[in-house]
Protein backbone atom coordinates (compact mmCIF):
# COMPACT_ATOMS: atom_id res chain seq x y z
CA UNK A 1 0.00 0.00 0.00
CA UNK A 2 1.19 3.32 -0.29
CA UNK A 3 2.20 5.58 2.45
CA UNK A 4 2.57 9.69 1.97
CA UNK A 5 5.30 11.47 3.53
CA UNK A 6 4.70 15.53 4.57
CA UNK A 7 6.65 17.64 6.26
CA UNK A 8 6.86 19.93 8.16
CA UNK A 9 4.02 18.51 10.27
CA UNK A 10 3.78 22.24 11.56
CA UNK A 11 5.04 25.78 10.17
CA UNK A 12 4.40 29.06 11.48
CA UNK A 13 6.16 31.45 9.29
CA UNK A 14 5.80 35.56 9.11
CA UNK A 15 4.17 37.05 6.41
CA UNK A 16 6.11 37.89 3.23
CA UNK A 17 8.78 34.80 4.00
CA UNK A 18 8.91 32.30 1.79
CA UNK A 19 7.44 28.46 1.74
CA UNK A 20 8.36 25.26 0.43
CA UNK A 21 6.45 21.91 1.56
CA UNK A 22 7.57 18.77 0.35
CA UNK A 23 5.23 15.69 -0.24
CA UNK A 24 7.00 12.27 -1.07
CA UNK A 25 5.16 8.85 -1.70
CA UNK A 26 6.09 5.50 -1.32
CA UNK A 27 4.87 1.93 -2.48
CA UNK A 28 3.82 2.86 -5.62
CA UNK A 29 5.28 4.37 -9.15
CA UNK A 30 4.32 7.20 -11.51
CA UNK A 31 1.46 8.35 -9.27
CA UNK A 32 -0.76 11.24 -9.77
CA UNK A 33 0.22 13.54 -7.10
CA UNK A 34 -2.55 16.24 -5.70
CA UNK A 35 -2.06 19.18 -3.30
CA UNK A 36 -4.80 20.22 -0.95
CA UNK A 37 -5.50 22.65 1.21
CA UNK A 38 -8.21 23.15 4.05
CA UNK A 39 -9.08 26.05 6.14
CA UNK A 40 -10.37 26.11 9.49
CA UNK A 41 -13.59 24.50 9.32
CA UNK A 42 -14.08 24.48 5.41
CA UNK A 43 -14.14 21.50 2.81
CA UNK A 44 -10.92 20.34 0.50
CA UNK A 45 -9.90 22.77 -2.10
CA UNK A 46 -7.81 21.39 -4.88
CA UNK A 47 -4.89 23.27 -5.30
CA UNK A 48 -2.89 21.66 -7.67
CA UNK A 49 -2.34 18.07 -9.33
CA UNK A 50 0.39 16.25 -11.58
CA UNK A 51 0.14 13.41 -13.86
CA UNK A 52 3.88 13.22 -14.28
CA UNK A 53 7.78 14.97 -13.44
CA UNK A 54 7.19 18.42 -14.68
CA UNK A 55 3.67 18.41 -15.64
CA UNK A 56 1.34 20.28 -13.16
CA UNK A 57 -1.93 21.72 -13.12
CA UNK A 58 -2.94 24.74 -11.39
CA UNK A 59 -6.84 24.75 -10.28
CA UNK A 60 -6.80 28.15 -8.57
CA UNK A 61 -5.07 31.71 -8.94
CA UNK A 62 -3.39 32.44 -6.04
CA UNK A 63 0.82 33.11 -4.80
CA UNK A 64 1.27 29.06 -4.33
CA UNK A 65 3.01 27.06 -7.17
CA UNK A 66 3.83 23.34 -7.21
CA UNK A 67 6.59 21.40 -8.73
CA UNK A 68 7.59 17.74 -9.53
CA UNK A 69 11.21 17.68 -9.58
CA UNK A 70 10.85 13.31 -9.19
CA UNK A 71 8.24 10.83 -10.00
CA UNK A 72 7.59 10.81 -5.82
CA UNK A 73 8.32 14.10 -4.89
CA UNK A 74 5.48 16.68 -5.09
CA UNK A 75 6.82 20.17 -3.49
CA UNK A 76 4.21 23.40 -2.58
CA UNK A 77 6.00 27.11 -2.65
CA UNK A 78 5.34 30.37 -2.31
CA UNK A 79 7.82 33.24 -2.48
CA UNK A 80 5.98 35.48 -0.05
CA UNK A 81 3.05 34.08 2.16
CA UNK A 82 -0.21 35.95 2.60
CA UNK A 83 -2.12 35.58 6.02
CA UNK A 84 -4.95 33.72 3.77
CA UNK A 85 -2.51 31.33 3.27
CA UNK A 86 -3.02 29.42 6.65
CA UNK A 87 -4.82 26.28 6.79
CA UNK A 88 -4.42 22.76 6.42
CA UNK A 89 -2.27 21.32 3.63
CA UNK A 90 -2.57 17.83 2.23
CA UNK A 91 -0.87 16.03 0.01
CA UNK A 92 -2.42 13.39 -1.95
CA UNK A 93 -1.50 9.99 -4.24
CA UNK A 94 -3.98 8.09 -6.21
CA UNK A 95 -5.81 8.95 -9.16
CA UNK A 96 -9.04 10.57 -9.62
CA UNK A 97 -10.94 7.66 -8.50
CA UNK A 98 -9.01 6.91 -5.48
CA UNK A 99 -6.75 8.94 -3.27
CA UNK A 100 -4.66 8.65 -0.32
CA UNK A 101 -4.06 11.30 1.84
CA UNK A 102 -0.85 12.03 4.02
CA UNK A 103 -0.59 13.68 7.66
CA UNK A 104 -0.88 16.94 6.40
CA UNK A 105 1.23 20.55 7.31
CA UNK A 106 -0.65 23.18 9.54
CA UNK A 107 0.92 26.13 8.40
CA UNK A 108 0.48 29.89 10.16
CA UNK A 109 1.17 32.35 9.01
CA UNK A 110 1.54 35.43 11.49
CA UNK B 1 -17.43 22.10 -13.37
CA UNK B 2 -18.45 19.82 -10.51
CA UNK B 3 -19.96 21.43 -7.50
CA UNK B 4 -20.66 19.61 -4.02
CA UNK B 5 -22.74 20.34 -1.30
CA UNK B 6 -22.65 18.65 2.17
CA UNK B 7 -25.49 18.86 4.91
CA UNK B 8 -25.39 19.24 8.20
CA UNK B 9 -22.20 20.77 9.23
CA UNK B 10 -22.55 19.61 11.96
CA UNK B 11 -24.18 16.68 13.83
CA UNK B 12 -24.41 15.38 17.24
CA UNK B 13 -26.00 12.04 18.17
CA UNK B 14 -26.26 9.94 21.06
CA UNK B 15 -24.07 6.56 21.29
CA UNK B 16 -25.94 3.44 19.08
CA UNK B 17 -28.06 5.77 17.49
CA UNK B 18 -28.01 6.22 13.66
CA UNK B 19 -26.08 8.82 11.40
CA UNK B 20 -26.72 10.45 7.89
CA UNK B 21 -25.06 12.65 6.50
CA UNK B 22 -26.21 14.09 2.59
CA UNK B 23 -24.55 15.49 -0.71
CA UNK B 24 -25.57 16.42 -3.56
CA UNK B 25 -23.35 17.27 -6.62
CA UNK B 26 -24.38 19.44 -9.79
CA UNK B 27 -22.36 17.20 -12.85
CA UNK B 28 -24.45 14.21 -14.09
CA UNK B 29 -21.23 13.04 -15.90
CA UNK B 30 -19.79 12.61 -11.76
CA UNK B 31 -19.00 8.48 -11.76
CA UNK B 32 -17.15 8.05 -8.60
CA UNK B 33 -18.50 9.27 -4.96
CA UNK B 34 -16.13 8.23 -2.17
CA UNK B 35 -16.50 9.35 1.80
CA UNK B 36 -13.42 10.29 4.35
CA UNK B 37 -13.02 10.56 7.74
CA UNK B 38 -10.35 13.00 9.01
CA UNK B 39 -9.73 12.72 12.52
CA UNK B 40 -8.27 15.45 14.49
CA UNK B 41 -5.38 16.62 13.24
CA UNK B 42 -5.00 13.91 10.35
CA UNK B 43 -5.16 13.13 7.35
CA UNK B 44 -8.50 12.23 5.40
CA UNK B 45 -9.00 8.63 5.32
CA UNK B 46 -11.06 6.42 2.68
CA UNK B 47 -14.16 4.63 4.55
CA UNK B 48 -16.40 3.80 1.63
CA UNK B 49 -16.67 4.75 -1.58
CA UNK B 50 -19.58 3.97 -4.79
CA UNK B 51 -19.46 4.20 -8.47
CA UNK B 52 -22.36 5.64 -10.56
CA UNK B 53 -23.31 1.78 -11.93
CA UNK B 54 -24.45 0.90 -7.99
CA UNK B 55 -27.11 2.34 -5.87
CA UNK B 56 -26.06 0.85 -2.64
CA UNK B 57 -23.11 -0.41 -0.75
CA UNK B 58 -22.79 -1.13 2.49
CA UNK B 59 -19.61 -2.18 4.99
CA UNK B 60 -20.20 -3.61 8.48
CA UNK B 61 -21.91 -0.65 10.46
CA UNK B 62 -21.29 1.75 7.50
CA UNK B 63 -23.80 2.07 3.89
CA UNK B 64 -23.96 4.87 1.20
CA UNK B 65 -26.39 5.26 -0.93
CA UNK B 66 -26.83 7.15 -4.82
CA UNK B 67 -29.70 8.82 -6.54
CA UNK B 68 -28.31 9.57 -9.78
CA UNK B 69 -31.75 11.07 -10.81
CA UNK B 70 -31.68 13.48 -7.75
CA UNK B 71 -27.79 13.56 -8.06
CA UNK B 72 -27.35 13.06 -4.01
CA UNK B 73 -25.70 10.38 -2.06
CA UNK B 74 -25.73 9.59 1.39
CA UNK B 75 -23.19 8.14 4.48
CA UNK B 76 -25.49 5.90 6.46
CA UNK B 77 -23.57 5.16 9.86
CA UNK B 78 -25.48 2.67 11.95
CA UNK B 79 -25.21 1.91 15.96
CA UNK B 80 -22.69 4.51 16.28
CA UNK B 81 -20.02 4.69 19.09
CA UNK B 82 -17.45 7.60 20.64
CA UNK B 83 -14.55 6.19 17.91
CA UNK B 84 -16.92 7.48 14.55
CA UNK B 85 -16.42 11.21 16.07
CA UNK B 86 -14.46 12.94 13.33
CA UNK B 87 -15.13 15.50 10.24
CA UNK B 88 -16.54 13.55 6.92
CA UNK B 89 -15.96 14.34 3.99
CA UNK B 90 -18.43 13.43 0.70
CA UNK B 91 -16.38 13.94 -2.50
CA UNK B 92 -17.53 13.55 -6.80
CA UNK B 93 -15.60 12.91 -9.74
CA UNK B 94 -15.62 12.93 -13.13
CA UNK B 95 -12.71 13.07 -14.73
CA UNK B 96 -8.76 13.02 -13.35
CA UNK B 97 -7.98 15.89 -11.25
CA UNK B 98 -11.07 16.50 -10.76
CA UNK B 99 -12.58 15.48 -7.37
CA UNK B 100 -14.65 17.70 -5.67
CA UNK B 101 -15.40 18.16 -2.27
CA UNK B 102 -17.98 18.83 -0.09
CA UNK B 103 -17.39 21.22 3.09
CA UNK B 104 -17.42 18.22 5.49
CA UNK B 105 -19.85 17.12 8.66
CA UNK B 106 -18.49 17.18 12.11
CA UNK B 107 -20.13 14.21 13.66
CA UNK B 108 -20.06 14.09 17.69
CA UNK B 109 -21.22 10.85 19.12
CA UNK B 110 -22.06 11.40 22.69
CA UNK B 111 -21.82 8.24 25.20
Known amino acids: SQTIHQWPATLVQPVGSPLSLECTVEGTSNPNLYWYRQAAGRGLQLLFY??????ISSEVPQNLSASRPQDRQFILSSKKLLLSDSGFYLCASGTADEQFFGPGTRLTVL | GENVEQHPSTLSVQEGDSAVIKCTYSDSASNYFPWYKQELGKGPQLIIDIRSNVGEKKDQRIAVTLNKTAKHFSLHITETQPEDSAVYFCAASVQEGDMRFGAGTRLTVKP
Open chain 1, 50 to 55: SVGIGQ
